[in-house]
C-alpha cells in the first residue's frame, strides 16, 4: 500500500476490533462497525475535503468493503477490491464441503452488496494465489454492476498487487475515479 503514496494517493488504514492495537473482539458485526465509523470519521478530517474518496479492501477487508461502499454509496467514488472472495460460506465449502455451508453464518453479504453497488469497481485477484481461490474473486466480480475493471495479476502471491504492479493499479485507480 505504501507505494500508493508515491502516486499520489492518501491512505487512510485502521485496526478492526481485536486486531493489531485495538481492543474487543473481531467478530463480523464488530469489524463492519468497525468499518463505517472509520468511514464516517475520515469523512470529518480537512486533509480529504474536495478529494476523491476510494475504499481499497484486501482479503478480508475485500469481501467487507463492497458491504461499506454499498452503505456509503452516496459519499464514495470507486471502489478497489484485492483478493476478496464472494462470501464465508463459499470459504468454509473450499474446506469443508457442503458441511462449511450450512455452518457458517452470513452476517453482511459481499455479493448481495456488490449487487447494490454503481460507483466503479476494481478488481484485483492473483491467478496463483492460494489464500483465496481466484475463482472466488472474479465470482464477485462477475456479479458486480458497471463500470467495473477486473486486473488479474499473474504468478503473484496474495495482497501483493501495490508491491508488484503499483504503476498498472495507480493507473486504473485513477482511471475510474476521473
Known amino acids: 500500500?505504501?507505494?500508493?503514496?508515491?502516486?499520489?494517493f492518501q491512505i487512510f488504514m485502521f485496526d478492526y476490533s481485536g486486531f493489531g492495537f485495538s481492543q474487543g473482539k473481531a467478530t463480523r458485526n464488530n469489524v463492519l462497525t468497525d468499518a463505517l465509523a472509520a468511514f464516517d470519521y475520515l469523512k470529518t478530517r480537512q486533509e480529504v475535503k474536495g478529494t476523491k474518496m476510494v475504499i481499497y479492501g484486501q482479503s478480508l477487508g475485500g469481501n467487507l468493503a463492497?458491504?461499506?461502499?454499498?452503505?456509503?454509496?452516496?459519499?464514495?467514488d470507486g471502489l478497489?477490491?484485492?483478493g476478496g472472495f464472494s462470501s464465508y460460506k463459499?470459504?468454509?465449502a473450499i474446506k469443508y464441503g457442503f458441511l462449511g455451508r450450512i455452518l457458517i453464518a452470513e452476517k453482511y453479504s459481499a455479493m448481495k452488496s456488490i449487487q447494490?453497488?454503481?460507483k466503479p469497481l476494481l478488481s484485483?485477484?492473483?491467478?496463483?494465489?492460494?489464500?483465496?481461490?481466484?475463482?472466488?474473486?472474479?465470482?464477485?466480480?462477475?456479479?458486480?454492476?458497471e463500470p467495473k475493471t477486473f486486473f488479474k495479476m499473474a504468478k503473484r502471491c496474495h495482497l501483493c498487487g501495490t508491491v508488484y504492479y503499483p504503476d498498472e493499479i495507480s493507473q486504473k485507480i485513477k482511471s475510474i475515479v476521473k
Open 124 to 145: 484485483i485477484h492473483s491467478s496463483e494465489g492460494h489464500t483465496v481461490p481466484f475463482d472466488l474473486g472474479k465470482k464477485l466480480f462477475d456479479n458486480a454492476n
Open 90 to 92: 463459499d470459504m468454509a
Open 1 to 8: 500500500m505504501s507505494s500508493l503514496l508515491e502516486y499520489g
Open 66 to 76: 463492497p458491504v461499506v461502499a454499498s452503505k456509503r454509496q452516496n459519499e464514495t
Open 116 to 118: 447494490t453497488y454503481r
Open 80 to 82: 478497489v477490491i484485492e
